[in-house]
C-alpha cells in the first residue's frame, strides 16, 4: 500500500516539474501569439482589449517591416548557400587529405565559434572599412558566411566520422568515374549532414543581431528593425509577423521530422 | 596444373614502395583463366597491395600488370574489367539491395529491363531473392557479404577479387560461405584472386595457393605442392604444424645424405645437396614416428615431456637434449611414460630438405643491393 503511494507521489512531481519547464518555455512565446491578436492600441500594448485581426492587416501596410524580413530571408538563402558550399568542400578535403598545418587549420575553426559574438562584428566592420568594401548587403551577406561556415563543417565532419571511404572505391569499381561517384554516392550518403548543417547556418543567419548590426549599413534585416522598435514597447504587429514566422517554422520542422517528404518523392516516381 | 591454360593476368617484376617501406618486392605471378588463386600471408605481407594494384587503387611503382595480355596501367579503375568484393563489405548505405546490385549495370547504362532480368536473377544465385527492397542496414553480416559478391559478379568480370572477404563472419558462417564461395566459382568459371591470411581457408578453397612474406613471393602451387614440399622454411612453418631441425650436410653420398642437426644426426634420401650445405629438415608431426629402442640410421632421442589425448589422435611432445620440443601426433595407440627416453624417426621421404643457405645469401645479397 505504501509502496503504491510513493509510485503515485513520484510520477505527479515529475508531471508537476516537467510541465513547468515547458510552462517556462513555451510561456512567453504564448504571450507573443496573443498579443498579435490583442485590440490594444495604448502602448505598451499590454492589456488585453479584445480579439482583431487588425494588426496583420496593418503588418501588410507595413512596407519597412516587409522589406526588412525580405532582406533577412534574401540574406539568410544565400549566406547558407555559401556556407554550405564551403563547409562541405572544407569538411571532406580535410577528412580525405593530409597536409602540413592540418592540425592549426582544425583549430583555429573553433574561434569564430567560440569568440564573443561582439568581437566578431567589431574585427569585421574594422576589415570592411579599412579595405574600403561600402557596408550593406554585400557585407552582410559575407558576415554571415563567416560565421555559419564552421557549423556547417562539424556538421558534416560528423557525418564523415562514420563514413567508410570504400564505398566510393566500390563505386569507381563498378564503372563510375570521380564525378559519377561523388554524385551518386559520397553526396546523397553525406546529405544529411550537409542539410543539417545548412538548416543550422539559415536559422543563425535569420536571428543573428549582434554582427548585422555592425556590418549593416543602411540595411536593416527584420531582428535590427526588432530592435529599433521596442524602444517604444513591442508593437503589436511585430508580434503579428513573429506568429508568422513561428507558424512557418513549426510547418517546417513538421515537413523534416515526419515522412512527408519521402512520400511525396515515392509518389513523383511512381 | 594443366599446362595448356591460358594466362588471364600477369604480374611482371612489380614493386611497390611507399616512401621507404618497400611493400611489394620484385613480385612475379601468373594467374590462369577460371582459377581459383587465393594470395596466403600474415598481415602486413603485401598481398592486400597486390591485389589493390590488379584492382587500380594502387599503382606500381615498377613493373607491369597485364590482363588479357593488355597493360593495364593507364586505366583507372573504372576502366578496369575486375571488380573487387571488399573487406568492409562497402555496401552502399542509402541504396537497396536492389539498387546496390544494379549499380554496375546502371553505370554501363544497361537498358531497365535487362538490369531487372539480370538483377533478379544474380540475387537468386546468392541465395537473397525477395531481399531487393530492404537497406544493407537491414541485413545480417553473412548476407551483406552475398550483397556484395551478387554486386562484384553483376558485370561479368573477367577477375573477381576478393580482398578477406570472410574475415568478419563467425567460423560457422564462414565455413558455410568458403564453400558456397568454391560453387560460385566453379558454376561461373571466372578467376578468383582471393586474399586471406587464414591458412585453412586457403587449403580449402584454392587451386592454387601463393604464399607472401614481407613482401616476397615465397612459393606458387597447389594445396597439395605446399604442404607435402615446402619450398622455403617460412612456407613449411605458415602452413600447418611442422618440426623443423636447422643443420647442415656431413656426408653427401649416393643419393644419401648424412645430416648434422644440433642435438644429433640422421641418415636421409636426397641428392640436390653437397657436403656442408646448410639446410632445414621438416617432418610434419603425424609423420614423426617414436620408438623405445633405438633405430638404425637415426641417433636423434629424448624424453616424453606430454602426453595429450585428443579423441581422433594422441598427441606427444618430446623435449630434446638442447630443449627443442618435437610434436608428434600418432592416432591413439598405447601411452608412453612420462619422463621415458624415445628414440625419434620417420619414413624416407617424410622428411622435407630446405636449402637455409641460399636464403640466408639472398637476403644477404639483397641487404646489399638495397644499401
Known amino acids: 500500500m505504501k509502496r503504491k503511494t510513493k509510485a503515485a507521489v513520484k510520477k505527479i512531481a515529475g508531471i508537476v516539474f516537467c510541465g513547468l519547464v515547458y510552462l517556462f518555455l513555451f510561456l512567453p512565446i504564448a504571450v507573443i501569439v496573443t498579443n498579435s491578436f490583442n485590440a490594444t492600441t495604448a502602448k505598451p500594448y499590454l492589456t488585453w482589449r479584445g480579439f482583431t485581426f487588425d494588426w496583420y492587416v496593418k503588418l501588410f501596410d507595413n512596407n519597412t517591416l516587409l522589406t526588412s524580413f525580405g532582406v533577412t530571408i534574401a540574406i539568410a538563402i544565400i549566406s547558407t548557400l555559401l556556407a554550405t558550399a564551403i563547409g562541405t568542400l572544407a569538411a571532406v578535403g580535410m577528412y580525405k587529405y593530409k597536409f602540413r598545418g592540418k592540425g592549426l587549420i582544425d583549430g583555429?575553426?573553433?574561434?569564430?565559434?567560440?569568440?564573443?559574438?561582439?568581437?566578431?562584428?567589431?574585427?569585421?566592420?574594422?576589415?570592411?572599412?579599412?579595405?574600403?568594401?561600402?557596408?550593406?548587403?554585400?557585407?552582410?551577406?559575407?558576415?554571415?558566411?563567416?560565421?555559419?561556415?564552421?557549423?556547417?563543417?562539424?556538421?558534416?565532419?560528423?557525418?564523415?566520422?562514420?563514413?567508410?571511404?570504400?564505398?566510393?572505391?566500390?563505386?569507381?569499381?563498378?564503372?563510375?568515374?570521380?564525378?559519377?561517384?561523388?554524385?551518386?554516392?559520397?553526396?546523397?550518403?553525406?546529405?544529411?549532414?550537409?542539410?543539417?548543417?545548412?538548416?543550422?547556418?539559415?536559422?543563425?543567419?535569420?536571428?543573428?543581431?549582434?554582427?548585422?548590426?555592425?556590418?549593416?549599413?543602411?540595411?536593416?534585416?527584420?531582428?535590427?528593425?526588432?530592435?529599433?522598435?521596442?524602444?517604444?514597447?513591442?508593437?503589436?504587429?511585430v508580434n503579428a509577423l513573429s506568429t508568422l514566422i513561428l507558424i512557418g517554422t513549426i510547418l517546417l520542422v513538421i515537413l523534416t521530422k515526419s515522412d512527408l517528404i519521402k512520400k511525396i518523392k515515392a509518389l513523383v516516381k511512381r | 596444373m594443366a599446362d595448356e591454360k591460358k594466362v588471364i593476368v600477369e604480374i611482371k617484376n612489380v614493386n611497390k614502395l611507399y616512401g621507404d617501406n618497400h611493400v611489394v618486392k620484385d613480385f612475379n605471378l601468373d594467374v590462369y583463366e577460371g582459377e581459383f588463386l587465393t594470395l596466403l600471408g600474415s598481415s602486413g605481407c603485401g598481398k592486400t597491395t597486390t591485389l589493390r594494384m590488379i584492382a587500380g587503387f594502387e599503382e606500381p611503382t615498377s613493373g607491369s600488370i597485364s590482363v588479357e595480355g593488355e597493360d593495364i596501367h593507364n586505366k583507372e579503375p573504372y576502366e578496369r574489367d575486375v571488380n573487387t568484393v571488399f573487406q568492409s563489405y562497402a555496401l552502399f548505405p542509402h541504396m537497396t539491395i536492389y539498387d546496390n546490385v544494379a549499380y554496375g549495370l546502371k553505370m554501363k547504362k544497361v537498358k531497365k529491363p535487362?538490369?531487372?532480368?539480370?538483377?533478379?536473377?544474380?540475387?537468386?544465385?546468392?541465395?537473397?531473392?525477395?531481399?531487393?527492397?530492404?537497406?544493407?542496414?537491414?541485413?545480417?553480416?553473412g548476407q551483406k557479404q552475398r550483397v556484395a559478391i551478387a554486386r562484384a559478379l553483376i558485370n561479368k568480370p573477367k577477375v573477381l577479387l576478393l580482398d578477406e572477404p570472410l574475415g568478419a563472419l563467425d567460423l560457422k558462417l564462414r565455413k558455410q560461405m568458403q564453400l558456397e564461395l568454391k560453387r560460385l566459382q566453379k558454376k561461373l568459371n571466372i578467376t578468383f584472386i582471393y586474399v586471406t591470411h587464414d591458412q585453412e581457408e586457403a587449403l580449402t578453397m584454392s587451386d592454387r595457393i601463393c604464399i607472401m612474406n614481407e613482401g616476397v613471393l615465397q612459393q606458387v602451387g597447389t594445396p597439395f605442392d605446399i604442404y607435402e614440399t615446402p619450398a622455403t622454411k617460412f612456407v613449411a612453418t605458415f602452413i600447418g604444424e611442422t618440426n623443423i631441425f636447422?643443420?647442415?650436410?656431413?656426408?653427401?653420398e649416393n643419393g644419401r645424405l648424412h645430416i648434422a642437426v644440433?642435438?644429433?644426426?640422421?641418415?636421409?634420401?636426397?641428392?640436390?645437396?653437397?657436403?656442408?650445405?646448410?639446410?632445414?629438415?621438416?617432418?610434419?608431426?603425424?609423420?614423426?614416428?617414436?620408438?623405445?629402442?633405438?633405430?638404425?640410421?637415426?641417433?636423434?632421442?629424448?624424453?616424453?615431456?606430454?602426453?595429450?589425448?585428443?579423441?581422433?589422435?594422441?598427441?606427444?611432445?618430446?623435449?630434446?637434449?638442447?630443449?627443442?620440443?618435437?610434436?608428434?601426433?600418432?592416432l591413439a595407440g598405447q601411452?608412453?611414460?612420462?619422463?621415458?627416453?624415445?628414440?625419434?624417426?620417420?619414413?624416407?621421404?617424410?622428411?622435407?630438405?630446405?636449402?637455409?643457405f641460399d636464403n640466408v645469401f639472398a637476403s644477404a645479397v639483397e641487404n646489399i643491393v638495397m644499401e
Do not use: C
Open chain 2, 262 to 330: 644440433e642435438p644429433g644426426d640422421f641418415v636421409v634420401n636426397g641428392t640436390d645437396f653437397i657436403s656442408g650445405d646448410m639446410l632445414s629438415v621438416s617432418v610434419r608431426p603425424e609423420r614423426m614416428l617414436y620408438s623405445e629402442t633405438p633405430v638404425e640410421g637415426f641417433n636423434l632421442s629424448g624424453t616424453v615431456k606430454d602426453q595429450i589425448y585428443v579423441g581422433s589422435v594422441l598427441k606427444t611432445v618430446v623435449v630434446l637434449s638442447n630443449g627443442n620440443e618435437v610434436k608428434i601426433e600418432r
Open chain 2, 246 to 252: 636447422d643443420g647442415h650436410v656431413l656426408l653427401a
Open chain 1, 108 to 237: 583555429l575553426l573553433y574561434i569564430p565559434v567560440v569568440i564573443p559574438e561582439i568581437v566578431l562584428g567589431i574585427s569585421l566592420l574594422t576589415l570592411f572599412s579599412n579595405t574600403h568594401i561600402p557596408r550593406g548587403m554585400l557585407t552582410l551577406i559575407f558576415a554571415h558566411t563567416t560565421f555559419s561556415t564552421p557549423y556547417v563543417i562539424f556538421n558534416v565532419r560528423a557525418r564523415l566520422a562514420g563514413y567508410d571511404q570504400s564505398i566510393e572505391e566500390a563505386s569507381m569499381d563498378l564503372g563510375a568515374n570521380r564525378i559519377a561517384t561523388f554524385k551518386n554516392i559520397t553526396l546523397p550518403v553525406l546529405a544529411p549532414g550537409i542539410s543539417g548543417g545548412a538548416l543550422l547556418a539559415f536559422t543563425l543567419s535569420i536571428d543573428d543581431v549582434i554582427v548585422s548590426y555592425f556590418t549593416n549599413g543602411q540595411v536593416k534585416t527584420f531582428p535590427l528593425k526588432v530592435m529599433e522598435s521596442i524602444k517604444s514597447g513591442v508593437a503589436p504587429d
Open chain 2, 335 to 356: 601411452e608412453l611414460p612420462k619422463g621415458g627416453r624415445v628414440y625419434l624417426y620417420w619414413n624416407d621421404g617424410d622428411a622435407k630438405l630446405i636449402h637455409t
Open chain 2, 114 to 141: 535487362e538490369i531487372k532480368e539480370r538483377v533478379t536473377e544474380m540475387l537468386d544465385l546468392v541465395q537473397l531473392g525477395g531481399f531487393e527492397r530492404r537497406y544493407p542496414s537491414q541485413l545480417s553480416g
